[in-house]
């Protein structure tokens, strides 16, 4: 056997590795897919320490930089300034903190590669089975998977122990989908009589080059028989076993054609762009003015001074002195306060299971002004149930289920009748014919239901316990099948090649599987070919959305009608129909279809092309069913919340018009008495202004719009459709593909600069949920997909009302005030550097050093500071209580040029009044004018703190009670600062006590003053 690796864009092979020289040992080098390639794809970790690249990165940071430069000055003789830990020591914790934690993230993660390298497997070898690590494992290898086993490497399904030759695997580490999948044996390879017979195999298998399409896959093996010449079996994704997927049943066999960077898994572990919230956006430009700031008041002293002397080096001097007003502890202080806050959301008993997957955004949650959400799993339970069954003239609904199970009753009992066993039919007829005497209602009955048991995926799977449980791709299609076991027609057996099924007497009825088509998102439709053991008839049967069915049917007068009204009752629709072949039909069709099952490129659109041509013409219309999908819990209200908070809210799914606009009324999506305008089927760019037009009428109504129409828009009239629906409070878009969901929320980001949010549940959802500022994934039945690729992952839809008014509210407000006071705690310091210089003769000189300077920003105010993320200013029920006061922090006015410039201002004035009160009333002694403004900056800090705190928490009180303790004790401990026999004087106190009320005193008074004349919005709610 022999491996070949081809590219098909370019429509030809690659390179040929013969499976026996891998096997003997004996690989060919002059051939790059026959080098031997260990499984490398463990690796995602870097090395466990610091590293020059580790440091690079943490450089790009403007203040890591700066900081930089600043502690490299020291070095330079003419720009010292007191001792160097003073500059150093600053940085070397912001990048320990930082690098220490990427480190440990980094040693974790190796540990794990490690301990994935390790694992052992059996490989087949002339000589037996070998075993052999993870890591030895190369491409040609043939590798046996046990049950509940990692597969470590992209290999070909050859034998499996399961008799049918199909197993199952769990994908859940690879999508995130909990639902197990069937993967099938090659055929030829299952029907040898033991594992070494491969060995003995002359066969070749083509697989196209490496993709990140876990769902596709094109290749071939082709082996040399004797007699006629080789012959080939098609190899598609239902024979593969991807890495990181786990074989549920059975001991699998496989064949590696893929290893290291070529894996589905490796290639499919992106690394995103780290999503940069706007808070800190707004922090970066704020530390550009405090730069500009820096520079200008540096130079300013020198001007001042009459640029004497070497007026240049002491510009770079007063740089260093001033550098201080660049807040190096900022970055740390806030990444500190967002993981408290991501903390605080995942212990959250409110919303039990959030998860915060990642840490750097959580203040977004407190902006959004855009939430876009998918319907089905998201404002839906996806826990189907059929409620409604139509057949053009009879229709069955929840009360009348039972007239189904005696209509089946009767129609298997009809012995005498010269109905078909299996089909109960004499002539095939068409409803809408009418030329041909209608069919027996038992046997119409019995030919929709019987479709419906054998047109599916599901599997039943016998539990350890004996219960059986259904396996399938989608919830709906387990929905229809329990829903025909609760009729009388019970699903028992179902493999690759047959599916059993028995009605209430115990008969049990045999179909042969010749060809199944799996449902896409392309088709939007599965079928199925089957052959009546009993009869030995070919039926093949098809169902999928109305709006694809509707073009392969025989004429009806009914199927359109009847779907929008299934839909308006906020049903879902599928169209079961169903088409006889004769041995001759079928024969043609799987000559043609087997072709193009083979075919090299462009396989896909080939095998459509065949099934289109020769099966899905003029089907028989069997009927129309409808299943309900409920809404999660307290979705009304949580979307009524929303919407009073101010968030205008979009949904977008791929159910029809019908089926949306009523779950959109039920929900409380659409507000009482707004109006509802709908765009469908649009097809000019005409048609598509004039609509534009009559929606600015209605300035307040809802839009519900179909995916043709939005896709019609976004390729001619992008720019006026995304203007007019922003402004719009509700818009409900239809049929909507995922590629239309990502640009949708990408263009609402680009043209209104405002935040949004996006959330779903589903695979479908994810490029939407990647594409905001805020990705939400829901933990639903269709996996966990969209929660591993989404920001925050939730439960349930009504969880997202607290994680915004709440979470949102108090990350945003504590981090706002956060940033604002450590910017003020280093330009207060800066301002009295500068005031002492110039009382100084403008002298470069620094007012405080060592100890004082370092352990200022850090042991004598960074816990009360750190304190504020404690902080809320309205309680959690007013919060939640009163959706309205979220739309004050979308303004953003929590941290804006008008807040810095207000913290400047208060910055200037009290550094001022420290340094020049602290002056004016020092002694003798230089040391005193140190001891005593700093004493007094020490104190205004705390005091300054406790005037910005609203709610007191117990740890905030023991900060500032600690905080000072812990300064008094050191001024014993740091004689060179401070003169013992001074401190203890009431001289002393009753000057730092004066210095410290002329500072703050002032603040006091106008904080009060502003509450009582110009209180916030909420002051009355709390009052």
């Not at 909990?178 to 099938?184: I, Q």
């Not at 409808?626 to 799914?653: C, F, H, P, S």
């Not at 591993?788 to 969880?799: C, E, H, K, P, R």
């Not at 009295?832 to 850090?858: H, W």
Request: hydrophobic share 40%; charged share 20%; aromatic share 10%.
């Amino acid at each position: 056997m022999s491996l070949e690796t081809g590219n098909l864009k370019k429509g030809k092979g690659g390179h040929r590795q013969n499976l026996s020289e891998i096997v003997d040992g004996l690989r060919p080098s002059h051939s790059k897919a026959a080098k031997s390639r260990t499984i490398d794809f463990h690796a995602s970790g870097k090395f466990p320490h610091v590293t020059l690249q580790l440091l690079w990165e943490q450089f790009k940071f403007f203040m890591n930089l700066y900081f930089l430069l600043v502690a490299l000055s020291q070095f330079v003789p003419q720009l010292k300034i007191g001792y160097i830990v003073t500059y150093v020591a600053p940085l070397c914790f912001v990048l320990a903190v930082t690098i220490g934690k990427e480190a440990v993230d980094d040693l974790k993660r190796y540990r794990r590669d490690q301990e994935a390298n390790s694992q052992l497997y059996r490989m087949l070898t002339p000589t037996g089975f070998k075993v052999i690590p993870s890591s030895k494992i190369r491409v040609g290898d043939m590798i046996v998977v046990k049950k509940n086993q990692n597969v470590p490497a992209d290999m070909i399904l050859l034998r499996t122990t399961e008799g049918s030759g199909a197993c199952f695997i769990r994908t859940d580490q690879l999508d995130g989908e909990t639902d197990w999948k069937l993967r099938l044996a090659v055929p030829s390879c299952q029907a040898l009589p033991s594992d070494e017979a491969l060995l003995q195999l002359n066969a070749s298998v083509y697989a196209d080059s490496p993709h990140k399409d876990i769902h596709s896959f094109v290749g071939n093996l082709t082996r040399e028989v004797d007699g006629p010449g080789p012959q080939t079996e098609p190899l598609s994704v239902d024979n593969t076993l991807w890495t990181n997927t786990v074989v549920a049943s059975g001991n699998a066999i496989g064949f590696v054609i893929y290893t290291g960077r070529d894996t589905r898994a490796v290639m499919n572990t992106n690394h995103p762009k780290t999503k940069i919230g706007q808070l800190d956006s707004e922090v970066n430009r704020l530390s550009k003015i405090l730069c500009a700031f820096t520079l200008t008041l540096s130079f300013a002293m020198i001007a001042m001074n009459g640029f004497q002397g070497l007026w240049y080096i002491y510009l770079f001097r007063f740089l260093i002195l001033f550098s201080s007003i660049i807040p190096i502890s900022l970055r740390v202080n806030l990444d500190m306060g967002k993981t408290f806050y991501g903390y605080q959301i995942m212990h959250d008993e409110e919303i039990p299971g959030t998860i915060v997957r990642t840490s750097t955004i959580p203040e977004e949650l407190g902006r959004i002004e855009y939430l876009l959400s998918d319907k089905t799993g998201t404002l839906t339970k996806n826990d189907m149930e059929l409620k409604k069954l139509h057949m053009g003239t009879m229709s069955y609904s929840v009360d009348t289920m039972d007239e189904i199970s005696t209509h089946l009753n009767t129609a298997y009992s009809q012995q005498s009748s010269g109905f078909n066993r299996a089909h109960g039919i004499t002539t095939a007829t068409s409803h809408a014919g009418g030329s041909k005497a209608r069919r027996d209602i038992s046997s119409r009955v019995r030919d929709i239901v019987q479709a419906l048991a054998i047109c599916h995926n599901v599997t039943p799977v016998q539990e350890d316990n004996g219960s059986i449980t259904y396996q399938a791709s989608s919830p709906d299609e387990v929905a229809i099948v329990k829903w025909t076991e609760s009729v009388g027609l019970t699903l028992v057996f179902r493999d690759i090649s047959n599916i059993h099924i028995r009605n209430s007497s115990g008969d049990t009825f045999e179909f042969e599987v010749l060809q199944l088509f799996p449902f896409t998102s392309e088709t939007k439709r599965m079928g199925i070919i089957v052959r009546d053991l009993a009869t030995g008839e070919i039926t093949f049967f098809e169902k999928g959305a109305d709006v694809v069915m509707a073009k392969i049917v025989q004429y009806n007068d009914w199927l359109e009608e009847e779907c929008g009204n299934m839909a308006r009752e906020g049903l879902r629709t599928l169209v079961v129909a169903r088409k006889k072949l004769s041995e001759e039909m079928y024969q043609e069709f799987e000559a043609k279809y087997h072709v193009a099952k083979t075919s090299i490129s462009d396989r896909t659109n080939a095998m459509n092309a065949v099934v289109n041509q020769l099966l899905e013409q003029d089907l028989e219309l069997l009927g129309v069913t409808g299943v309900e999908d409920k809404l999660q819990d307290n979705v009304k209200a949580t979307l009524e919340t929303l919407r009073n908070a101010g968030l205008k809210i979009w949904m977008l799914t791929g159910d029809k018009i019908e089926t949306a606009t009523c779950i959109a009324i039920s929900s409380k999506l659409v507000a009482r008495n707004q109006v509802i305008h709908s765009v469908a089927k649009l097809k000019d760019e005409q048609s598509a202004q004039d609509e534009l037009e009559a929606i600015k009428i209605k300035r307040d109504c809802c839009l519900v719009i179909d995916g043709e129409s939005i896709q019609l828009y976004l390729d001619h009239l992008r720019e006026e459709f995304i203007e007019l629906t922003v402004r719009l409070p509700v818009v409900v878009c239809c049929r909507c593909s995922p590629t239309q969901k990502a640009d949708i929320a990408r263009l609402i980001k680009r043209y209104t600069r405002k935040r949004i949010c996006c959330i779903g549940d589903g695979g479908n959802d994810v490029s939407m949920i990647q594409q905001a500022d805020v990705g939400v994934g829901i933990v639903g039945k269709e996996g966990k997909q969209a929660s591993l690729a989404a920001d925050f992952s939730v439960n349930q839809f009504s969880y997202l009302s607290r994680l915004l008014l709440w979470h949102g509210r108090n990350s945003y407000k504590r981090s706002a005030k956060l940033s604002q006071f450590v910017i003020h705690r280093g330009l207060i310091i800066s301002i009295m550097q500068a005031v002492f210089s110039a009382m100084f003769y403008f002298a470069p000189i620094a007012l405080y050093q060592g100890m004082l300077i370092v352990g200022y920003t850090t042991i004598y105010t960074n816990a009360p500071v750190f304190s504020l993320v404690l902080d809320h200013d309205i309680r959690e029920s007013v919060a939640l209580t009163y959706p309205e006061l979220y739309r004050d922090l979308t303004k953003g006015r929590s941290l804006s040029y008008k807040t810095f410039f207000s913290w400047l201002l208060i910055s200037v004035y009290q550094g001022g009044a420290i340094m020049i009160l602290s002056i004016l009333l020092f002694e003798n002694q230089f040391v005193n004018i140190v001891s005593i403004s700093f004493t007094a900056l020490v104190l205004n800090e705390l005091i300054m703190v406790a005037l910005e705190i609203n709610t007191w928490h117990r740890l905030m009180i023991v900060s500032e009670i600690a905080t000072l303790l812990i300064y008094m004790v050191s001024m014993v401990f740091l004689p060179t600062y401070f003169d013992l026999t001074f401190i203890l004087t009431w001289t002393f106190w009753w000057k730092v006590l004066v210095i410290t009320m002329i500072s703050s005193f002032p603040l006091y008074v106008i904080k009060k003053l502003r509450r009582v004349f110009a209180p916030p919005s909420y002051s009355k709610l709390t009052g």
